[in-house]
């Protein structure tokens, strides 16, 4: 399940902690760490987000196409480590 974002002073995000289990956990193992970003709301920093968009492209490409373990989904999830969007 695709989570909705948040949107604060124009930042449109996901808080990886709200998001279900199996994504938490896959996303920690796909995920470009450069592109979480920290949030301060209320004088409290908020540390494990990312761009709404960046969680769109790793949904659509990483988690939504993650069939049965073959080359072509590990060398999907190699060019999202790098920073660089699958699609590019």
Do not use: H
């Given at each position: 399940?695709?989570v909705k974002?948040?949107?604060?002073?124009?930042?449109e995000?996901i808080?990886i902690?709200?998001?279900?289990?199996?994504?938490?956990?896959?996303?920690a193992?796909?995920?470009?760490?450069?592109?979480?970003?920290?949030?301060?709301?209320?004088?409290?920093?908020?540390?494990?987000c990312?761009?709404?968009k960046?969680y769109?492209?790793?949904?659509?490409?990483?988690?939504?196409?993650?069939?049965p373990?073959?080359?072509?989904?590990?060398?999907?999830?190699?060019i999202?480590?790098?920073?660089v969007?699958?699609?590019?």
């Amino acid at each position: 399940m695709k989570v909705k974002s948040k949107i604060f002073k124009g930042i449109e995000y996901i808080q990886i902690a709200e998001l279900p289990q199996e994504q938490q956990e896959i996303l920690a193992k796909t995920l470009n760490k450069n592109i979480i970003i920290k949030i301060l709301m209320n004088g409290k920093v908020v540390r494990d987000c990312i761009q709404f968009k960046d969680y769109q492209t790793w949904y659509e490409n990483i988690f939504k196409a993650d069939p049965p373990i073959d080359d072509s989904k590990e060398k999907s999830k190699a060019i999202f480590r790098k920073g660089v969007k699958a699609n590019s």
